[in-house]
């Protein structure tokens, strides 16, 4: 794994470079993903994201679409904020549900999900902080099915997450939506790389 903190053009490989190892790039960081993802609840699935989970975005994003360049400068603005800076864990969540009419039934119950999520550890709670670069709400009180939220960590947070054995709980606090997952060992140690 690796512990930067940006995506930069020269991280990137270029489109045949990459077409021709993809599925052992996509096997690789797919076994990187297996202890980053929780599910809380029966609807809602965590992705902890990293640099490496962000790199694979960006090189599919380009793979698929192939738009060059200038696609790269979007995709790396888009991306990479959701890579951890060193004192946070960063996560995408999404709300998935296959029947449509009871999908958006449920989103249309669960505006404001994003300002409800917690992590925590022992006693102490860390709120997350949603991504404000859209609103993930409409303004009819509709959930966006995917969120992207990050928790800023202080440095005594950080030394009890990292401690072997350390409980921590992800959870959701919304009144329609009210669950919370443990977090396996093998995933606190996994996410208590992403710190610096």
Do not use: C
């Not at 512990?3 to 960081?29: C, Q, T, V």
């Not at 738009?67 to 060193?86: H, T, W």
């Amino acid at each position: 794994m690796s512990s930067k903190r940006e995506l930069g053009p020269s991280d990137i490989l270029p489109w045949p470079e990459y077409a021709r190892n993809r599925m052992e790039h996509r096997r690789r960081i797919t076994a990187v993903k297996r202890n980053r993802r929780v599910e809380v609840g029966p609807y809602v699935t965590f992705y902890f994201e990293s640099f490496d989970t962000m790199w694979l975005q960006v090189q599919e994003m380009l793979h698929i679409e192939k738009g060059g360049e200038e696609q790269l400068k979007d995709e790396l603005a888009a991306y990479n904020p959701l890579i951890p800076g060193g004192r946070e864990l960063v996560a995408t969540f999404m709300i998935e549900i296959d029947d449509p009419q009871r999908r958006a039934r449920v989103l249309a119950g669960l505006g404001g999900v994003e300002d409800t999520v917690f992590l925590q550890i022992g006693g102490e709670k860390i709120p997350a902080q949603p991504e404000t670069d859209q609103d993930r709400t409409s303004a009819e009180g509709k959930a966006s099915s995917v969120q992207f939220v990050h928790f800023p960590f202080t440095e005594a947070q950080v030394a009890a997450f990292r401690q072997p054995g350390a409980q921590a709980i992800l959870g959701i606090s919304h009144p329609a939506y009210s669950h919370m997952a443990v977090l396996g060992e093998n995933m606190r140690e996994a996410l208590a790389q992403d710190f610096d």
